[in-house]
């Protein structure tokens, strides 16, 4: 049967260090998936190399049964894999408005984009009251909600989230966790990686564990909820 | 580093393909001047040549300098193209005729990139690689310094053609030796220019100057002196800084000081000049004391409202003598594409005069030749393209190291260029 | 005191050199925002482009279809360039590498106008003659008319960047490179439209110089300078800082002379922009 999402594999070089080992993983279509892991265990870079920011040295990457590894961003983007990343990757001095009009910088369908804006703003009312806002004068919480909500209105079919709840008050860690499961409620498959263990557990319906490089634990999420290892290495218990 | 070195071999094959480009173009313009310069005669000047030589051909090598970067570009390119035609008049006459040897004239042309660094290296590489006995060219004073600590070491004279330094420590004295100025300097033909004014502007009194900011002081003085003497004023001087491209600024000043005349001192820049002047609407008299080519005015200030009243003391080209004509059908047959530019008549005049003082002495010994050129004090031991000239400067400058030689006047009206004459310099 | 004429012709002279900088420095910063290279021959763009429209004009087309024609021709050759000299290439310092190369295209440029173009000055036609009365005070029209120009090749800019996908896009990438790649916006065509717009607007500058001006091989190193000490003052990536910046140095390049003298004019905009970055280091309008 072909897998929605599946990644054979993958080795990613940094200046000469490999950072990814030989990581396999995939997603099934309507799922939450989450890659939690310490710092620097390399899910950022993963990450990097789907979204064709970053050359994997070995290994493939399969979305709807085509090979997109080795792609550029561009079409990488057109496919409908669409990825916010860490830092959310923001147009600090523009308007959010525009930042949002940017999301659906590939769509060639105006009158569904103008519609998408406003169903967007409705389900972002704080967006909307700063619409005309610079990006970087809202507070962390609602540049993450612009973010995935940039993203959003790129129509994904794969969301791939960097750390949303990275510098975040726990409220808006939990508000930050709602969008999501609404995101994934639509249809879009979602694929977290997370620090915060305890939060990327509780959304996801499978989890994998990433140590240096390597994929150590898989399995579903409230499973791992109680792993030993899981547990002790990631949920501070 | 691997598209580094890619992107870097990308850069030098783009370089190599430019230089292609140019090497060919010149290819293609020796060859053009080798067929077309062949019919023209030898009848620039009147350099006394020996179609059959007795004694030995020999090679005088002439270093030449001139700075080819910088606002000095166009007349620095004049020059060495003035210089190459004179080698060319002696090489179709046979050589010319120096003590019991005939000579052939092999002018080696440096660029000083217009500034006293690259002076020195030109210097250096003529004096020490190519053994010249003789250095002539440069406009900048520091250039002229430059080159001159260079060559007076090495017994090397040098005929400098800066034409802004009478009485400064760069020009000519007795104090320095093998160091001759074969270039007249502007300030002497501002008399002319005065009387000119006063015979056909007999109401215009007020004179308002511009200088450049290159120690035109002593110049000026001797403006203001002469000015005075005719019962004229100057009501405003305006210094603009050297490698000024945008001379409104200068202008709104002098312009605003209600002058009846202006006197834009020897500037190859007196054409922009103009066109400020008149874009402030001063419509006075404009006068130009420099060696720019009146047709200048006309090729680039072009709008004929502006080209009336202006006065220049360059060559006119619509007017030549036979002298320059015949350099001007040389030049245009050499370089086609260029239009004639009257520095090289000038340019033409210093190995020329170097030449005759060397077949005056019948030696090529620098300092013999200097000895000899010094002696040449009478209108008329000297042939310029311009018609007689001497060696003076013994009252001004305390030893007559200092060419002189008739100044042409031109007035420019409605865009048309009136021919006044050449004039003899008078002493003030 | 100086009269009121003189201040207006100052004036009026200072904000038309300002803008001829405002033109060098939006090309400078955009290539400089969203390709992170300093194009260190703009200047010979400026120079070419001033070139062509001679050439052009020398051919009985008029001066206005020649300056578009001219800074279509320089777009192009815009393209061309970052296509083949400064697109960046994986595990190279861009820009570095863009200094080392636009240093050499500076030199191979100025060269092969010299031998082309030959060193004599020349001049464009007047893009109009005789001067304009100004509450007064008589000033060159030429100068109002590159001031008109300036002003509506500006505003055009500004509305593509504010208004259209692509403009919206360009800014975008220069804010944030890699955010924008994430976006779909293929940096290459940023990239290409920067060069693009950048020297279609630095051979606008040419012209317009050219003809208040004089035209020679080499008259591009001095805007140059200008254009960047313009959006040094007014901070990189903001086109009302440039303004604000190509107007600041303008002025003083304008009234300075007329009111101090020579020398004092050619070291006050050095002061002044000494002075600005010493108290607000990221330029007048400047972010971070």
Redesign the interface.
């Known amino acids: 049967m072909q897998m929605f999402f599946e990644i054979k594999n993958l080795r990613v070089r940094y200046e000469g260090a490999e950072v990814v080992k030989g990581v396999s993983l995939h997603l099934e279509e309507g799922e939450i998936v989450t890659l939690i892991g310490s710092n620097g265990a390399g899910k950022t870079t993963i990450l990097r190399a789907v979204s064709g920011l970053k050359a994997p040295s070995a290994g493939e990457i399969w979305f709807e049964g085509t090979r997109v590894d080795g792609r550029n961003a561009q079409s990488i983007v057109k496919l409908g894999i669409v990825q916010v990343p860490q830092g959310r990757g923001l147009f600090p001095y523009m308007s959010v408005a525009e930042n949002l009009k940017l999301g659906a910088f590939l769509r060639k369908d105006r009158r569904a984009v103008q519609k998408d804006l406003a169903d967007v703003l409705v389900h972002f009312p704080r967006l909307k009251e700063r619409a005309r806002q610079q990006a970087s004068t809202l507070s962390g919480g609602e540049q993450q909600m612009l973010a995935i909500a940039a993203a959003v209105m790129c129509r994904p079919r794969l969301l791939l989230l960097d750390e949303p709840s990275m510098g975040l008050s726990p409220l808006m860690v939990s508000e930050i966790g709602k969008i999501v499961r609404e995101i994934n409620a639509t249809g879009t498959t979602v694929l977290l990686v997370e620090q915060n263990s305890r939060l990327a557990l509780k959304l996801a319906t499978r989890a994998y564990v990433l140590e240096t490089g390597n994929i150590v634990v898989e399995g579903a999420a409230d499973e791992l909820m109680h792993s030993e290892h899981v547990r002790k290495a990631y949920l501070g218990e | 580093m691997m598209s580094g070195k890619k992107s870097v071999a990308l850069l030098c094959v783009f370089a190599l393909l430019v230089s292609l480009g140019v090497a060919v173009a010149a290819c293609g313009e020796g060859e053009e001047a080798a067929t077309t310069a062949a019919p023209t005669t030898a009848t620039t000047g009147g350099t006394e040549t020996t179609t059959a030589p007795v004694g030995e051909t020999k090679t005088l090598k002439i270093g030449g300098i001139m700075g080819l970067t910088g606002p000095l570009s166009i007349p620095s390119l004049a020059f060495m193209r003035g210089w190459e035609i004179y080698a060319d008049v002696v090489k179709e006459a046979g050589g010319v005729k120096i003590g019991n040897d005939t000579y052939m004239i092999e002018i080696i042309e440096e660029d000083s990139k217009g500034a006293a660094e690259g002076a020195t290296t030109a210097a250096s590489k003529l004096v020490n690689q190519d053994q010249v006995q003789f250095v002539m060219g440069a406009m900048l004073e520091t250039e002229v310094a430059a080159i001159y600590s260079v060559t007076q070491p090495a017994g090397v004279l040098y005929a400098t053609a800066n034409i802004n330094i009478p009485e400064h420590a760069s020009d000519v004295s007795p104090d320095k030796d093998l160091f001759v100025r074969l270039a007249v300097s502007p300030d002497e033909n501002q008399p002319l220019d005065l009387d000119y004014l006063r015979e056909n502007y007999p109401d215009a009194v007020k004179i308002g100057v511009s200088q450049p900011d290159i120690g035109y002081e002593g110049m000026f003085d001797r403006l203001k002196a002469s000015a005075e003497k005719r019962g004229m004023e100057v009501v405003h001087a305006e210094k603009w800084a050297w490698g000024t491209t945008d001379f409104i600024p200068t202008y709104t000043n002098i312009v605003a000081s209600k002058p009846d005349i202006i006197f834009a001192m020897n500037s190859g820049q007196a054409n922009d000049q103009l066109k400020a002047a008149r874009q402030l609407g001063f419509t006075g008299p404009f006068v130009s004391n420099s060696p720019l080519g009146a047709d200048v005015f006309l090729v680039t200030v072009q709008d004929p409202t502006m080209l009336t009243d202006v006065i220049c003391n360059s060559p006119d080209v619509t007017h030549p003598n036979d002298a320059m004509k015949a350099l001007m059908d040389r030049w245009t047959a050499k370089w086609p594409n260029d239009g004639f530019v009257s520095d090289a008549v000038h340019a033409y005049d210093i190995p020329w005069i170097l030449v005759q003082a060397m077949q005056k002495a019948g030696s090529t010994d620098p300092a013999v030749v200097l000895a000899t050129l010094e002696a040449m004090t009478n209108r008329g031991d000297l042939q310029t393209n311009e018609g007689p000239g001497y060696m003076g400067g013994q009252d001004r400058f305390g030893v007559n190291r200092v060419l002189y030689r008739p100044f042409p006047i031109t007035r420019i009206m409605n865009g048309e260029l009136e021919f006044a004459g050449f004039f003899d310099p008078i002493p003030e | 005191m100086?009269?009121f004429?003189?201040w207006m012709?100052?004036i009026v002279?200072g904000i038309a050199?300002g803008w001829l900088y405002v033109l060098m420095a939006m090309g400078l910063t955009l290539m400089l925002s969203i390709m992170g290279i300093l194009q260190l021959a703009h200047g010979e763009i400026y120079m070419m482009g001033a070139f062509l429209v001679y050439y052009l004009t020398r051919r009985e087309i008029g001066i206005y279809p020649a300056i578009v024609v001219s800074m279509a021709a320089m777009a192009v050759l815009g393209v061309i360039l970052e296509r083949?000299?400064f697109r960046p290439?994986?595990?190279?310092?861009v820009a570095l590498?863009s200094i080392?190369?636009s240093t050499?295209?500076t030199l191979?440029l100025s060269?092969?106008a010299?031998?082309g173009f030959?060193?004599?000055?020349?001049?464009l036609?007047?893009l109009i003659?005789?001067?304009f009365d100004l509450f007064g005070a008589?000033v060159?029209?030429?100068?109002i008319l590159a001031i008109g120009f300036s002003v509506v090749a500006l505003i055009l800019l500004y509305t593509f960047l504010k208004r259209t996908?692509l403009g919206?896009?360009m800014?975008?990438s220069a804010?944030?490179r890699?955010?924008?790649?994430?976006?779909?916006?293929?940096p290459n065509h940023m990239s290409m439209a920067a060069m693009a717009i950048g020297c279609a607007l630095a051979a606008l500058a040419g012209a317009l110089a050219g003809s208040i001006?004089?035209l020679?091989p080499?008259?591009g190193s001095?805007p140059m300078i200008n254009g960047l000490v313009t959006i040094v003052l007014g901070g990189l990536g903001s086109i009302p800082g440039a303004v604000i910046g190509g107007m600041i140095l303008g002025l003083l390049?304008?009234?300075?002379?007329?009111m101090f003298?020579?020398?004092a004019?050619?070291v006050a905009p050095l002061v002044i922009v000494i002075l600005v970055l010493l108290f607000r280091p990221k330029g007048i309008l400047g972010?971070e």
Not at chain 3, 178 to 186: A, D, Q, R, V, W
Not at chain 3, 253 to 258: E, F, K, M, R, S
């Open positions: 100086k009269s004429d003189v012709q100052a002279n050199l083949v000299l290439r994986p595990g190279r310092d590498t080392v190369i050499g295209l191979i060269s092969a010299v031998v030959g060193l004599y000055t020349k001049s036609p007047p003659s005789g001067s008589g060159p029209k030429d100068r996908r919206l896009a800014v975008a804010q944030n890699e955010g924008s790649f994430l976006k779909g916006i293929n001006l004089q020679h080499y008259m001095l390049n304008g009234i300075l002379p007329v003298g020579a020398a004019a050619s972010h």
